[in-house]
């Protein structure tokens, strides 16, 4: 029956954005004209995906990157796609096999399980006069052969709406994610290898967000369904080219199906001022405040921020930035207690012709996960991904968190360490299809006592297998 909805689901999204297509199309014709501050940029990628697009990059042709330092999305390196609108459905089929150490009380069990994922997609993005819109979904069904684990569905799903005027800027954005594990690896969802590839595809068509506005999922849990969201608007006001204020909120959940589990909910505004020192760097003085609460308690944490930011973008080939300042962290979590901590958020984008690279790191508050009443936390992503030849790619991703329970200064504190490191190649087999292989392998470090109802298991896991995909748009 799961199955059944799964792809009836599929075929209703497929449909919903092809009446998308034609409706937006329709009315493309009627839209105002507006000046240079009008122009939307299309996605940060330089199509669904390098195996099924594989467009140089070249910088004439890039439509620069609009995002400010006091927002909410992270700073990108522009798009190829400004001229062309995208829509985009996928199917895909998996077959995967997975290891994972052996339970010292159940001798005689399989530590190996194998897997059939059934999945699908679309990315829709469309661009005309002031208006940006893009729609990007991903998700299926997972059959699992093993005791370990049932079978389960997981659902990413992104909606972006941009709308520019002579001065003002509006971005609405809402990102949902259900999965039966912490999307920060990709448990539950094909694992590291797989969402390398998907990441390299479907996902980069849309700018990072900030730590601060999404609920946290960097700590593995044991095998528990779990549904997270963040509703994001930002307002931008351009006092000349040089300058502009921006005002950015959101407000996230992070909700578990069964007990045992710290759901969430929180909400955060932030404000600032950038001023852009020549046409490559820009610089920014921001403030934030954020909130959450715990369901079913009065436990919640609360954090204020000032910060510096230094931005510098080179269209079409780089994006970098930082944003670091001091973070009061106030706290009830069976205790009470206040810290001060440094705050930072940073990421490096680099674009080549064939090829681009990224590396952010975040450290803050965050929601604990589930597994803590709010966390400390220190977070480090790499992604890479590689067009060799017309027909071949690859594409990588890691990431190592550390979380740490919030407790009164000198009191002891609760960690975790989690890292993964994933890594998919692709071969193009027609205009169409697509066969992918990839490996991913996960470790986490967790305490002696569990926290919650579970933690997953200690040791590695390792995800192998081999996916074929087939995409509507055609290669080249």
Not at 22 to 42: E, F, K, L, T, W
Not at 65 to 78: E, H, I, Y
Not at 131 to 156: K, M, P, S, V
Not at 457 to 469: I, P
Request: a positive charge.
């Amino acid at each position: 029956m799961k199955l059944r909805q799964t792809l009836s689901g599929l075929a209703l999204l497929t449909m919903i954005g092809a009446a998308s297509v034609c409706a937006q199309a329709q009315n493309s014709n009627s839209s105002g004209q507006g000046g240079g501050y009008n122009q939307r940029p299309a996605p940060a990628a330089r199509g669904v995906s390098p195996g099924v697009d594989p467009l140089p990059n070249d910088p004439s042709q890039v439509t620069p990157d609009a995002n400010t330092l006091s927002g909410a999305q992270m700073f990108g390196v522009g798009s190829l796609e400004h001229a062309r609108n995208i829509f985009d459905p996928m199917l895909s089929f998996s077959e995967l096999g997975q290891t994972y150490p052996p339970n010292p009380g159940l001798p005689n069990q399989s530590n190996l399980l194998s897997q059939t994922l059934l999945g699908g997609g679309f990315n829709f993005d469309r661009t005309w006069t002031r208006y940006h819109f893009t729609a990007i979904y991903n998700g299926g069904e997972t059959l699992t052969r093993g005791a370990q684990y049932l079978n389960a569905q997981f659902h990413d799903a992104n909606v972006m709406q941009e709308i520019a005027w002579a001065r003002w800027r509006l971005l609405l954005r809402d990102d949902f994610v259900a999965s039966p594990g912490a999307s920060f690896t990709g448990t539950g969802m094909g694992g590291p290898g797989l969402t390398a590839q998907i990441g390299s595809s479907l996902e980069s068509s849309l700018n990072s967000i900030g730590q601060a506005f999404v609920p946290s999922e960097s700590i593995q849990t044991g095998n528990a369904m779990r549904y997270t969201n963040a509703a994001i608007g930002q307002l931008s006001y351009s006092f000349s080219r040089r300058s502009a204020f921006t005002f950015a909120g959101s407000y996230g959940l992070l909700k578990f199906t069964q007990s045992g589990y710290f759901s969430s909910h929180m909400v955060t505004g932030q404000a600032g001022y950038d001023f852009m020192l020549d046409p490559s760097d820009s610089i920014a003085l921001l403030a934030s405040y954020g909130k959450i609460d715990y369901t079913g308690s009065s436990n919640s944490t609360t954090n204020y921020l000032a910060a510096l930011a230094f931005g510098r973008k080179i269209t079409g080939r780089m994006a970098f930035q930082v944003v670091a300042g001091p973070e009061q962290i106030q706290f009830v979590n069976g205790t009470t207690g206040k810290l001060w901590y440094p705050s930072v958020s940073s990421l490096l984008t680099y674009d080549w012709r064939r090829a681009s690279y990224s590396i952010s790191f975040m450290r803050g508050l965050n929601s604990g996960s589930g597994v803590f009443l709010g966390a400390k936390s220190n977070i480090l992503t790499l992604a890479a991904h590689r067009q060799f030849t017309r027909s071949w790619v690859g594409a990588i991703n890691s990431g190592y968190a550390i979380n740490e329970s919030l407790a009164p200064t000198g009191q002891p504190t609760v960690r975790f360490d989690n890292w993964f490191v994933g890594g998919n190649l692709g071969r193009q087999l027609g205009p169409h299809l697509q066969l992918n292989f990839n490996y991913g392998v996960q470790r986490q470090n967790s305490p002696a006592v569990c926290p919650v109802a579970s933690c997953g298991v200690n040791g590695f896991e390792q995800t192998f297998g081999v996916t074929v995909n087939w995409h509507l748009r055609r290669n080249g």
